[in-house]
């Protein structure tokens, strides 16, 4: 069972919707500056003053944008079964063992945030992330499925069946209460690292607690 921390593109993607959406705002601020420079070499004589604000406002736009994103990946697990089933008949038996590998994703859906999951004062923020969940259920990977053992013959059902097994071992397995901590964790650290990125200075995140 493999372990892996995918997530580095999706933040990258966050970080470009996010610089993107803030386009029109720089090219509205350029145009604010040539026009206070105007004035002041129209009016020599008057005093202007030109202040600095760096508060950070995640407008709508901002936040639209994370939302965006959809599902956010943040902790992925690769796993192989070995499933087996056995049909007893009066002479022989007939026995099926196929070999399935899968990756299980786990993530939060953006989408599902909450009216007012960002809420910020100042420099000071607050994200409240939807709960972690396994974003795919079709996680087996089908075209690395091989039977390692048949013997008589088996109808599309039966390896149905196996397939199902398949996908309830793997989650039994893989979907442990360490695992699902370890995406909070990825989601808490990979959150504070945008706010701090975009200038909030103190940064509180929380994962919605799961069903």
């Given at each position: 069972?493999?372990?892996?921390?995918?997530?580095?593109?999706?933040?990258?993607?966050?970080?470009?919707?996010?610089?993107?959406?803030?386009?029109?705002?720089?090219?509205?601020?350029?145009?604010?500056?040539?026009?206070?420079?105007?004035?002041?070499?129209?009016?020599?004589?008057?005093?202007?003053?030109?202040?600095?604000?760096?508060?950070?406002?995640?407008?709508?736009?901002?936040?639209?944008?994370?939302?965006?994103?959809?599902?956010?990946?943040?902790?992925?697990?690769?796993?192989?079964e070995m499933i087996d089933t056995?049909?007893?008949?009066?002479?022989?038996?007939?026995?099926?063992?196929?070999?399935?590998?899968?990756?299980?994703?786990?993530?939060?859906?953006?989408?599902?945030?909450?009216?007012?999951?960002?809420?910020?004062?100042?420099?000071?923020?607050?994200?409240?992330?939807?709960?972690?969940?396994?974003?795919?259920?079709?996680?087996?990977?089908?075209?690395?499925?091989?039977?390692?053992?048949?013997?008589?013959?088996?109808?599309?059902?039966?390896?149905?069946?196996?397939?199902?097994?398949?996908?309830?071992?793997?989650?039994?397995?893989?979907?442990?209460?360490?695992?699902?901590?370890?995406?909070?964790?990825?989601?808490?650290?990979?959150?504070?690292?945008?706010?701090?990125?975009?200038?909030?200075?103190?940064?509180?995140?929380?994962?919605?607690?799961?069903?």
């Open positions: 069972m493999e372990k892996r921390n995918n997530s580095r593109g999706l933040l990258s993607r966050i970080m470009g919707n996010i610089f993107a959406s803030w386009t029109l705002v720089a090219a509205a601020a350029a145009a604010a500056v040539a026009i206070v420079l105007t004035l002041v070499h129209l009016n020599r004589d008057t005093t202007i003053s030109i202040g600095s604000d760096n508060r950070i406002d995640p407008t709508p736009t901002l936040i639209a944008s994370m939302k965006s994103i959809g599902e956010w990946e943040f902790l992925s697990i690769s796993d192989e056995v049909c007893h008949g009066f002479f022989s038996d007939d026995e099926l063992v196929r070999i399935y590998n899968g990756t299980l994703r786990l993530g939060i859906d953006m989408s599902q945030a909450d009216a007012n999951w960002i809420a910020h004062s100042g420099d000071s923020v607050t994200v409240t992330l939807p709960p972690v969940k396994l974003l795919d259920t079709r996680f087996i990977d089908e075209a690395r499925t091989k039977s390692f053992f048949e013997s008589g013959k088996w109808s599309n059902d039966d390896r149905a069946e196996l397939y199902t097994r398949a996908q309830h071992a793997m989650m039994k397995r893989c979907l442990t209460p360490a695992n699902y901590r370890s995406a909070e964790q990825n989601a808490t650290s990979q959150m504070q690292s945008l706010m701090l990125q975009l200038g909030f200075k103190k940064v509180a995140v929380k994962v919605g607690k799961r069903k």
